[in-house]
């Protein structure tokens, strides 16, 4: 591909990730990408001939993308809690930049699960759960985390990290009345959310060790 067909398709790229962000799938037009991208429709069509096909793509780009950045998540050098204040400090932080993304995706994912199925089932996700027991065996074990429960644990930490963009107007709505700063609020809970989940397996620590 030459530079310019390059450079073309990065433009296509970005402006259908900003369309398909505000609109979604159904909402958008391929000429509303076109007019994004500064390229007439003909051409967008040379490059991607439907809106599935590109839709697609931007969905796959979005989840790699994501689940590139939290590699650091299952590096063995870090302990539990190391992993668990960086995911917070980074997933947030990530939200923060892409404040639709949380509707956006799940959005999607409701509209159309098989394609989330299709892309999950691409992943070991067994092989996930298996190296994050193998790296924390002691520290699960003094927390009475059995393996079954490792899923629990992740999807719960997922979920305080995503509720507050997912529902960011009722959130927004309820802090502003209660005269809090939405933005003030997002950035302390990088911290406020760790220490909640760290705090909450320490003390289930303590009681198993007085048992």
Not at 19 to 42: L, P, T, W, Y
Not at 138 to 162: G, H
Request: charged share 35%; proline share 2%; aromatic share 12%.
């Amino acid at each position: 591909m030459v530079e310019n067909d390059k450079q073309t398709e990065k433009k296509i790229f970005e402006a259908a990730t900003e369309v398909f962000m505000e609109k979604g799938m159904d909402g958008a037009r391929m000429q509303d990408i076109a007019n994004r991208a500064g390229i007439n429709k003909s051409l967008l069509h040379y490059y991607y001939r439907t809106k599935d096909r590109l839709f697609n793509e931007v969905f796959e780009m979005i989840f790699g993308h994501m689940l590139k950045k939290f590699a650091p998540v299952f590096d063995a050098d870090l302990t539990l809690e190391e992993k668990i204040r960086f995911f917070f400090r980074e997933h947030i932080t990530f939200l923060q930049k892409n404040p639709r993304l949380a509707s956006f995706v799940l959005h999607e994912i409701n509209r159309n699960p098989e394609r989330v199925r299709n892309f999950i089932g691409r992943i070991d996700i067994g092989r996930l759960w298996t190296d994050i027991e193998a790296q924390h065996k002691d520290e699960l074990k003094k927390s009475n985390i059995r393996r079954e429960d490792i899923p629990q644990l992740m999807t719960s930490i997922a979920a305080m990290s995503v509720f507050p963009f997912a529902a960011r107007v009722l959130v927004k709505s309820i802090l502003e009345k209660m005269g809090y700063d939405f933005d003030d609020y997002i950035e302390k809970r990088k911290e406020y959310a760790a220490e909640f989940v760290i705090g909450a397996i320490r003390k289930e620590k303590g009681i198993r060790e007085k048992a």
